[in-house]
């Protein structure tokens, strides 16, 4: 029984020596070998550069193989259609308010406007307004005398114009509500019909306009109308001011 | 939401204030379009307008970018739509005119224009339509010619003895230049010999010239 103890321990302590010396020789050798390759590079570095690339390089071979396939992925893509997205650049409205038709008096006026927005601060804008112009100063004081019929005194405009919008912001009402608003330039050019003419007109003006919501604006807009007319036999410039209120629609 | 936040501001435009901030991996729900500004939804129901240049920088749902055509020099060379307003002379009188054109090529277009002018001796409407020839399309001052009929309504002054209205056919050739300015935008101007076929013995002629402001689509 004591023998056969000994025998296993003995074997065991082999074993161990055996093998421990194994590991030593290894290290020895490994040891040896990084120690020849840094002597090695101390004297020459193109040959420590061979030695020391070379089991490296063999690494790189051996990561860059395709690791073996575990799991084929079966993703199904997903296909997203995207709605079309609506805008809501046009804006179409009415405006009432009053006009300076000069020599004539100030007289109501109505129209109607179409805006186009391009960009953030352009936008194109056609309108069309009308008023009837009333009796100059010559026609109340001489007692009946009539420089026009009632049908010239008909006063019709329409204007193509560029609006830029100069101070965009917030109008606070009260504490709580906040209004996006902008104070807008706006000029261009039309006609104008008038005492039985009609003549090229150049619009020029500001406006303010407060929005509500998203689809509903609130204008207030002045604006000059200039043109050339000879009413009173000799062409000079007529302006004629404007200034009105009006309600418009986003679509 | 891939980028680090997106801001949301009050109204469509830079200069109204960023109310709200949409977080990195958030989702937002793009409700309409003014301009180039988008009302959106967050996931918490707060609105407010992004810019289309910050949500190009978006994801969609199935990874692709959000992307929003704001008009380039690709599309002055091959659109679909254009339209433009002018400003000019016919035969010495103001020209206000407008336009809109279909393009059957990137070279081609089919134009329909409406004019009206003012002048001291007569008022008049011109209504055409025609072709029209664009040379290099892809250059950024590019050159076309013109050709096309229409017709002109013609309202003398009262100040003549006895005015009277009429209409007569016309046909017209020009030349004119197409200048790209930005985004959907560029410059027009052209010069048109108009003949006018009247009823009289000889024809007339009037020219015209305009230049306007026009954009694509």
Partial sequence: MESRIRLLLLSAVALWACSGCAVWHRLHRHSSSAASASSSAASSSTASGGTSSGPESGGDDQSSSPPPVVVVPQVQRRTITVPKIKSNNLELGAYYGIISIQDFGAQPVEGLRLDYHITEDFFFEGSYGRATAGETSFELLSGGIQLLSNAERRFTYYNLSLGYNVLPGETFIGHKLAMTSALYLIGGIGSVQFAGDQNFAVNFGAGYRILPTDWLALHIDVQDLVFRTDIFTVYRLQNNLQATLGLSVYF | ?217
């Fill in chain 2, 1 to 217: 939401m891939a980028v680090p936040y997106l801001e949301l501001h009050t109204g469509p435009g830079r200069g109204y204030p960023v109310a709200q901030v949409v977080g990195r991996g958030e989702s937002v729900d793009v409700l309409y379009r003014h301009t180039d500004w988008f009302k959106v939804r967050t996931e918490r129901g707060i609105e407010g307008w992004a810019s289309a240049q910050d949500l190009s920088r978006t994801l969609l749902a199935d990874g692709s970018r959000f992307t929003v055509n704001l008009g380039d020099r690709a599309g002055f060379r091959s659109h679909t739509w254009e339209g433009g307003v002018f400003a000019g002379a016919y035969a010495g009188a103001t020209l206000i005119s407008a336009y809109a054109a279909l393009s059957v090529t990137d070279n081609l277009k089919i134009e329909a224009d409406a004019s009206q002018y003012l002048g001291n001796i007569s008022n008049g409407y011109l209504f055409d339509i025609g072709l029209a020839h664009v040379f290099m399309p892809e250059w950024r001052v590019s050159p076309f010619v013109t050709l096309g009929t229409g017709i002109e309504l013609v309202e003398p002054k009262a100040t003549l003895a006895q005015p009277i209205n009429r209409s007569d056919q016309l046909g017209y050739a020009g030349i004119g230049l197409r200048c790209y300015l930005t985004r959907r935008f560029f410059l027009r101007g052209e010069f048109r010999s108009n003949e006018i076929f009247t009823r009289t013995n000889t024809n007339e002629v009037d020219k015209e010239w305009r230049v306007g402001f026009a954009f694509f689509y």
